[in-house]
């Protein structure tokens, strides 16, 4: 089995209220933008995969389509000889991944996590995530994720310490203990802005503060978790099994959010998911505005491995429509692992052609 074509294009799907407009301090947005990558082979058979391509200026579908061309005539089912030789940047790589473990499923006739070793949770738990909202309307929208069956909320952050603590009284407030909370203000403090923070966020009981502050250097990350008692975690800092491995190290978060399409794949994200089983430290698989696709890889990954007992983050609720013929079901929460061979989905070539952007 070789590839024979690959073909990538841009889709833009609209979101709904109450996800949209999705705030955060750099900027705001009502759509999600995602590549999707079909993989088709000279037996006949096709795969599907995704990477996240919102606010990335530059990207095109045809400058995609060109560089995915690197697959053409490849073994699709070597995925180690993949992750040795590709040398695409790890967004397209990851959303040629993602197509070729459905494409491996698909010949063997078992689910992605299957072949990761088998589904250890039939139902994977979601975060819902939310935009930056004020006191009064994060009180509202946190009632109406418990209504839904949601039990861990993460909300964006960071444009103003006194707004985030507003936000986090508002849900507080209004649903007390009934949500899990996370906030992430996307780096956007310094050391000392992030010490206070977290300080005076104790009293509110956070699941955790998600990356406040820049990538590097860890041991800033390693200095912060030293003064305050509301736990760490980090994601831009997380680019791949390596970083995983020096936050651990530097004892710089308590919980690690890796990405398929920051460490360029679902294969990545399964090593990283071992590192912190072996360190005792959860794993939560990051959402950057997914479609079917991508929150099927995810599901898969948190399905098989046992480091990721926490809820995912997800927007997937607040889509508009999807490119899959069946979209997946939220059901108080929670997305049951799908059982068909590969990722378990199907693309509708309408809905593609649809949502295509240039």
């Avoid at 030789?85 to 993602?98: D, G, Q, V, W, Y």
């Avoid at 861990?152 to 952050?157: C, D, E, F, V």
């Avoid at 990405?259 to 090593?271: E, K, L, N, R």
Wanted: hydrophobic share 40%; with cysteine.
């Amino acid at each position: 089995m070789l590839v024979a074509r690959v073909e990538v294009t841009v889709v833009e799907v609209p979101q709904t209220a109450p996800l949209a407009p999705y705030r955060s301090h750099l900027r705001s947005s009502s759509t999600t933008r995602s590549a999707i990558a079909r993989v088709d082979t000279d037996t006949g058979l096709t795969g599907w995969g995704e990477c996240n391509v919102n606010f990335l200026a530059g990207v095109s579908g045809d400058g995609m389509q060109a560089d995915a061309q690197w697959l053409v005539g490849r073994d699709p089912s070597n995925l180690a000889q993949f992750h040795l030789t590709c040398p695409l940047e790890s967004r397209l790589k990851s959303a040629l991944e993602l197509a070729l473990w459905d494409l491996r499923g698909k010949a063997a006739g078992q689910s992605v996590s299957q072949l990761l070793g088998g589904v250890i949770r039939d139902r994977v738990e979601l975060a819902a995530c939310m935009g930056i909202q004020s006191y009064e309307r994060a009180g509202e929208l946190a009632t109406w994720y418990v209504e839904q069956g949601f039990g861990t909320l993460k909300t964006k952050a960071g444009a103003d310490m006194e707004e985030d603590l507003a936000m986090v009284r508002g849900v507080r407030d209004a649903v007390g203990d009934r949500l899990k909370l996370r906030i992430d203000p996307n780096c956007a403090y310094s050391r000392e802005q992030a010490a206070e923070l977290a300080r005076r966020l104790e009293p509110y009981r956070l699941e955790y503060l998600e990356q406040p502050l820049t990538a590097e250097p860890l041991s800033d990350a390693a200095w912060l978790r030293a003064q305050t008692q509301t736990p760490i975690a980090l994601n831009e800092s997380v680019v791949g099994p390596d970083t995983a491995f020096r936050i651990l190290q530097a004892e710089a978060a308590q919980f690690l959010l890796p990405d398929t399409h920051i460490a360029g794949g679902i294969w990545p994200c399964v090593q990283i998911g071992w590192i912190c089983e072996a360190a005792g430290v959860p794993c939560i698989m990051h959402c950057g505005h997914d479609l079917g696709p991508k929150t099927a890889a995810m599901v898969h990954v948190a399905a098989a491995c046992p480091a990721y007992s926490l809820a995912n983050d997800t927007t997937y609720y607040g889509l508009e429509d999807d490119i899959l013929v069946e979209r997946l079901t939220i059901e108080q929460g929670r997305i049951a692992v799908p059982t068909a061979p590969g990722l378990g989905i199907e693309v509708d070539p309408v809905r593609l052609e649809r949502y295509r952007v240039g």
